[in-house]
């Protein structure tokens, strides 16, 4: 059996994880896939003292892996965009293919990546890029590979799942829940970049360009993130059997393709709603297949090293380079066709803050029903001692255009003693 | 753009879904993939007054496949095990690739067909074989490639979780959910390879293969149907939280591994008890990975025909090739050690019809606690007019032989006035 010779770039989290499964499985994998993986080099700044790298070269320099003749692979497991890219370029030049799990790289660089790496015949692999351990990327590329994607609706982000679960389960407001996910180790200290739903709004990109074929620019992506869910939305959700998720969606419409990340009502009997916890879940609508759910682990060492090593292993055997070449997604990606928000088509949900004096509920009503929107449950609290009540009510579902405005026009007409909590629902 | 040649063989179901999907969709596939694919030849028996297989041959002689230098890959697309595999071999010897959808022939004679095809240097695919359009293999074979699977346990029969569904949300019997089936078309005129957990078994062995690198002997598989689950069953199980499904298990023990087919209660927050209808789930447990679920359309024309054209494209691309001979589980199956069903480790149910009398108890209580079997919840109903009691409890897992001589002692004991209904727990 011949070895193929791997490098790692960057020894942090997802690193440690890779080196972990090879060093207990490197024989398991071999004897299973006809691959057998050696590690060369290990290339990490700053250069850890770690002495257990199986036996590769550990340093901080890039030609360690890029002048190793004996190294087909290289392994991108280091963050951000500029670096990273740089990184990725050099390898790609030297000839080496590249697997990575920077997300961030693939959405806002893939183009460029993908373009160098067709000139030097190599290929660029991405499964631990979204969902972690859970093979979506291959799913959806090889699995469906036979379907017109219809949607995509997923739980991308294990940190904002953690939060929002706490959130629902403990009755938790959003600061204590994000506290708590920290002490965890489920959020990092600088939480943003996971709770505003820019890592979701990432991996939407890339499974967009997968599904649909298209090159997603992140301007053109509406993001919501998580920030201000309360304590009180939960509880309403929950009375309206649901739960709160972060939701990245891409649907495709006869008018065009309907893509955001937002917090969002989740029916109690749909399956999304039981990804709990730090799990990620995707539910694809194939033209053929019908829907499906995919659920498991979207982060955290192994998960991640089971993600990339399925790439190493994909490309090793010579398969990667097919699909990349043969692809169309790869290197012609379409012009999109987004649909703006307020065309979107979606049911909602609204909270209204209303003195309690007669005729509030007849206006709101009124309002919606001018714009067509139909409602599908309401709900109506007991006044407090302040005298302030409560509706809540979810629509059928309408252009979210004309809800907008609706819910606008409810609170300018003075119905509302507070501005109005909308989400989506699904 | 080059095209790819395919020809069907067998022109039911699954091969109008088939065609029905490259009528509509061939140049979408082809812009996606890179693989246009072009039916030249159908082959069926009895064959088809349909004038409309998208200008394809029609007729009944597999020399409209074997003898066209234009075909590449043929479409197994037919039942059973004798005819099939004639078939499947004819076409393997003129050098074609063979993707099937037939589990039977694959999990009875996989050893023979990929011997024959590796000589004749070609591949046979066959996700469309296990759970439908779910790309199960796919993810086990490729997406999981670098852990050890620890266990898989799969829903894998759309029509015995079909019946089990309107078991359990009419309150029907097993009879009357069974005649739903078949007016609805989810069971055959003879269910019986489906309900008596044959067509499950053929698919555990599939996936067993995969993800163990064993052959399974089909004679070495334990097989329980779900023909004596009954309402009284369902509502047992319903009081304890559970639901009673057909589960297909794996697991892999220090001792060997345990392989069996049983109806099983699965607690309800289980991922797999949310898994209703026709729809298939497996739950996989990978040593990196951790818990995966993936559910979706076991069976029907266009979920199958998705799996079926995923390996088409597959094969037409040069991956399955490079699959099929670099794996060693397609051509060095290791000898399985499986373990007794004495010696699987398991959680238990059981329900004991009792006399009214004082002391029956004390006296099962004091029979389980012997075998160290201990006792996890426990529920006596009223006593009904003839003066039976029923006693039912769930065990913490242990093993099953000790539970089973258990339940033998307490009948043959008189502890009971009729036989005690037993069922695994997951």
Not at 1 to 29: E, K, N, P, S, W
Not at 46 to 63: H, N, R
Not at 237 to 255: D, G, Y
Not at 297 to 306: I, V
Request: one cysteine or more.
């Amino acid at each position: 059996m011949a070895q193929v010779g791997i490098g790692i770039i960057g020894f942090g989290v997802v690193g440690g994880g890779v080196v972990d499964v090879l060093r207990r499985d490197r024989a398991t994998i071999a004897a299973r896939t006809g691959v057998d993986l050696d590690l060369r080099a290990v290339v990490s700044m700053p250069p850890y003292q770690s002495t257990d790298v199986l036996g590769a070269t550990l340093g901080k320099d890039i030609a360690l892996i890029t002048q190793d003749a004996q190294i087909r692979i290289a392994l991108l497991l280091v963050g951000g965009t500029t670096f990273a890219k740089d990184l990725c370029l050099a390898c790609l030049k030297a000839g080496k293919h590249v697997v990575t799990s920077n997300k961030a790289l693939i959405a806002a660089h893939g183009d460029e990546l993908f373009a160098v790496a067709k000139e030097n015949k190599v290929a660029v692999a991405f499964e631990a890029a979204v969902a972690g351990g859970i093979p979506i990327i291959g799913a959806l590329r090889d699995g469906l590979a036979a379907n017109r994607i219809e949607s995509i609706t997923g739980i991308l982000n294990g940190t904002t799942n953690f939060i929002l679960t706490m959130m629902e389960q403990k009755q938790w407001g959003y600061q204590q829940a994000l506290s708590e996910a920290q002490r965890l180790g489920y959020a990092e200290a600088d939480p943003t970049l996971d709770v505003n739903g820019t890592d979701t709004a990432h991996k939407l990109a890339i499974l967009s360009r997968i599904a649909f074929g298209i090159r997603v620019p992140l301007s053109a992506l509406r993001i919501e993130g998580i920030q201000n869910v309360t304590a009180q939305d939960m509880a309403s959700a929950a009375r309206l059997k649901s739960r709160i998720k972060l939701l990245a969606m891409a649907t495709q419409r006869p008018e065009g393709l309907e893509l955001h990340v937002a917090p969002t009502l989740v029916p109690l009997d749909h399956p999304l709603a039981a990804v709990h916890m730090n799990y990620n879940g995707v539910f694809v609508v194939g033209s053929a297949s019908g829907p499906q759910l995919f659920t498991g682990q979207g982060a955290g060492a192994l998960p991640t090293a089971s993600a990339v090593l399925s790439d190493v292993i994909d490309v090793a055997l010579g398969r990667a380079e097919q699909t990349f070449g043969s692809y169309g997604f790869f290197n012609q990606p379409k012009p999109p066709a987004f649909l703006a928000e307020a065309d979107e088509r979606t049911a909602s949900y609204a909270r209204f803050a209303t003195p309690d004096k007669p005729g509030i509920l007849a206006g709101i009503t009124q309002i919606l029903s001018v714009r067509g929107i139909s409602i599908r449950s309401i709900y109506q609290g007991e006044t407090d001692d302040q005298g302030q009540a409560s509706i809540e009510l979810v629509t059928h579902p309408a252009r979210g255009g004309d809800f907008l405005e609706a819910v606008a026009e409810i609170d300018r007409k003075g119905l509302t003693t507070a501005p109005s909590v909308c989400y989506r629902r699904l």
